[in-house]
């Protein structure tokens, strides 16, 4: 009876651990995969932002531990000393042992910094430094949000492709029955039948191709997600909403500040200016004023050493200032002087790249939407042309090779528009990064 009872209780807790396991597992999955939702998981999960978030909390405890030498340093010692040769000294021309065999002692110290370059750099800088921790988190966040979505509406304009495909290949498994009817029928001979086998075997091809190419940007996209491998990932979209978003403002004129790269760099400089001042603090002596309370101990026999105290106290202040250390202070100086200058410099080289940077994505962006509108435009010609074509076969007068062609034209131009589409949104979003406007 216990042998089934504990039987019975290890099944239970296996069946909870599996169904707490698929709980958590169905938690950590997107019902609604649409842009959104997937930079808001992608914020979420992946390695490279919550590890930036860690490192601003390691920050803040880092500025903690600094600040944290303000306050009083209080500190407890326990000592005990058994002299093996008691000290000697010759006195009046005899030799003399001074002190005791067994020597203990209970020793109280405190210290309170007044003025510590040090620490006050810490407390100067704390703001910049938790500053400097949440822009480079941002500046994670920022490109995490950027190659997420490029990666988004590449496995969108790749289902695209594959639909096109799939399309393709009905409409020509449909020509194939045509022309093989038509071949049976004596109507044409069998060169029309083989072309349509032809184009029918490169589309099932291609749409292979397709397959495979979403397959594994769609893994890419999860990789970048840290989404579960084993899950799946069914996208959601919709391409007439998608063309609506290839819009962007090309007036607008760059704000350097706007930047997040920008805006790092003028942190830094703050930090550089404290280094500059913490080096010229060095002529400056530290003060604290520190004191003890020490009850000593000794006897010679190691059973009386505890019966009878000695205490002993002091207060006292420290002032310390090094005199010379070869140059050392005037040469770390210049160093953080010239370590100034040289971040003036980036700040204007970035500048530089900055505005260069927008220009050429912005020409980037007007080309790829010029290339977006004569794409569609072509795909409309490209059916209007096939569907007149195709009508034209049907009553005997064009050729299936015209067929054909005005076919491969039709697949090449959707193929190309929805490769246009791509373009123009990874293009947007190089613009609104070199604005500073991605948002999460």
Request: overall charge positive.
């Amino acid at each position: 009876m216990r042998r089934i009872f504990l039987f019975t209780v290890s099944v239970f807790a296996i069946l909870v651990q599996n169904l707490s396991a698929l709980s958590q597992q169905r938690d950590s999955l997107l019902t609604d995969a649409n842009l959104s939702n997937v930079i808001a998981y992608a914020l979420n999960s992946q390695p490279t932002v919550q590890q930036a978030l860690l490192d601003e909390e390691i920050t803040e405890l880092q500025i903690k531990s600094k600040l944290s030498e303000w306050y009083p340093q209080v500190n407890f010692n326990y000592l005990y000393q058994r002299n093996i040769q008691l000290q000697s000294s010759v006195i009046g021309g005899n030799t003399v042992r001074f002190g005791n065999k067994n020597n203990s002692a209970l020793q109280f110290s405190a210290s309170q910094s007044i003025f510590n370059r040090d620490v006050l750099l810490a407390s100067r800088t704390r703001s910049d430094v938790r500053q400097q921790s949440k822009q480079l988190t941002t500046d994670a966040k920022i490109e995490l949000v950027s190659n997420v979505t490029r990666a988004f509406y590449d496995v969108i304009v790749s289902e695209l492709n594959r639909q096109v495909a799939n399309k393709n290949i009905i409409r020509q498994e449909r020509s194939l029955r045509d022309t093989r009817a038509k071949y049976d029928a004596g109507v044409v001979d069998k060169t029309d039948y083989k072309r349509a086998t032809i184009a029918l075997n490169n589309s099932r091809a291609l749409q292979k191709n397709n397959r495979e190419a979403t397959k594994a940007k769609t893994e890419y996209l999860k990789s970048l997600m840290n989404y579960p491998v084993s899950a799946e990932l069914h996208i959601q979209y919709d391409s007439t909403a998608l063309e609506r978003e290839i819009y962007v403002d090309t007036l607008q004129d760059i704000n350097y500040d706007n930047r997040i790269e920008y805006r790092i760099l003028l942190t830094q400089r703050k930090l550089q200016e404290a280094n500059l001042k913490y080096n010229r603090w060095s002529y400056i002596p530290s003060v604290s004023a520190n004191g003890a309370y020490n009850i000593n101990y000794f006897n010679n026999s190691f059973s009386k050493l505890y019966s009878a105290s000695f205490p002993q106290s002091f207060a006292g202040l420290t002032v310390a200032f090094p005199i010379f250390q070869g140059g050392k202070r005037k040469y770390e100086i210049r160093q953080a002087e010239w370590e100034l200058k040289r971040t003036d410099l980036d700040i204007i080289n970035l500048r530089n790249n900055l505005h260069s940077d927008y220009t050429a994505s912005l020409s980037g962006y007007k080309s790829s939407l010029a290339n977006y509108f004569a794409a569609k435009e072509n795909v409309q010609l490209a059916q209007e042309v096939y569907d007149v074509i195709e009508l034209q076969y049907q009553s005997g007068i064009k050729t299936y090779l015209e067929v054909a062609v005005a076919e491969a034209d039709l697949s090449t131009s959707q193929i190309n528009f929805y490769n246009a589409l791509y373009q123009v949104l990874s293009r947007k979003i190089d613009v609104q990064r070199s604005l500073g406007q991605i948002s999460f």
